[in-house]
């Protein structure tokens, strides 16, 4: 079958709805007759916290165009803090856009109450106006962009990222081990730098996955000062999960330690 041109193009949008609010809000929309486009694919979740920046970034590789998440507004999860690690977490995920090259705007984050029937019908039509403005996602098919979003996952699993975004909560209301409480600004500019920093490092290890590259190759790719690659791959190298390979001439090159064989 021909692809459908941009005029036929309709938005896909997955919608994950937690089943005490969103989900609840979006069932009285359909019964009070709200009308509203049928792009967003909703699925139900106990609470939108069991929504990963993993599962998001693998639904925009397998091709859609945009995830709207629904929750119930701050303090009234039915497992009290969850949407609150939501909200964090999305601020996470939409970073992680931002450096893959992905407009962030691709994921929206809503509350909605069990009795917000119309705002449901306005959150759906609102967004999907927005996702057909930015056109088709380019995730599926650009092959540079599909590492880097590949490179975002990964991130997102890293020890470091899912520490600080689960113990943001406890880092600014009760403090670290040494009883100071972070400043929540602060809190979110090492998140941002650690963030980038992940990002970086799981871009290198991605793009050396299938053949060695040296620093300067690296830096052009990425488009990354060459000393701030070569910081990352002493970093890569401490933890063994890069190794220097056969020099090209004089040049060392860095190739991705696979764990359980050759890649
Ligand atoms: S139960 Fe609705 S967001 Fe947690």
Not at 28 to 52: H, K
Request: net charge neutral; hydrophobic share 35%; proline share 4%.
């Amino acid at each position: 079958m021909a692809e459908a041109s941009q005029a036929q193009w309709e938005p896909k949008i997955i919608g994950f709805l937690c089943n005490w609010c969103s989900y609840a809000g979006a069932d009285l929309c359909g019964v009070s007759r709200y009308q509203y486009p049928t792009n967003v694919r909703a699925v139900r979740v106990m609470c939108s916290t069991r929504i990963s920046p993993h599962l998001v970034l693998d639904i925009l590789k397998a091709g859609a165009d945009g995830v709207l998440l629904g929750g119930c507004h701050i303090g009234d999860c039915h497992y009290i803090s969850g949407n609150y690690y939501t909200e964090k977490r999305v601020r996470l995920m939409k970073r992680l856009l931002e450096e893959s090259g992905v407009e962030p705007e691709r994921l929206r984050l809503e509350w909605v109450s069990a009795s917000e029937g119309e705002k449901f019908s306005k959150i759906v039509t609102d967004f999907t106006e927005q996702v057909r403005k930015l056109g088709p996602s380019k995730v599926k098919k650009d092959e540079k962009l599909r590492s880097r979003v590949a490179a975002a996952d990964d991130a997102s699993e890293t020890f470091r990222l899912k520490a600080l975004v689960g113990r943001e909560l406890n880092l600014v209301n009760k403090g670290n081990v040494y009883n100071n409480k972070l400043d929540p600004a602060e809190l979110d500019r090492i998140i941002d730098s650690a963030t980038e920093e992940e990002f970086e490092r799981s871009l290198i290890l991605e793009l050396s996955m299938s053949k060695p590259r040296s620093v300067k190759e690296l830096g052009e790719i990425m488009e990354v000062p060459t000393d701030k690659v070569l910081r990352h791959i002493v970093a890569l190298r401490q933890k063994n999960m890069i190794a220097m390979e056969h020099p090209e001439g004089f040049t060392p090159t860095y190739k991705t330690i696979v764990i359980g064989g050759e890649q």
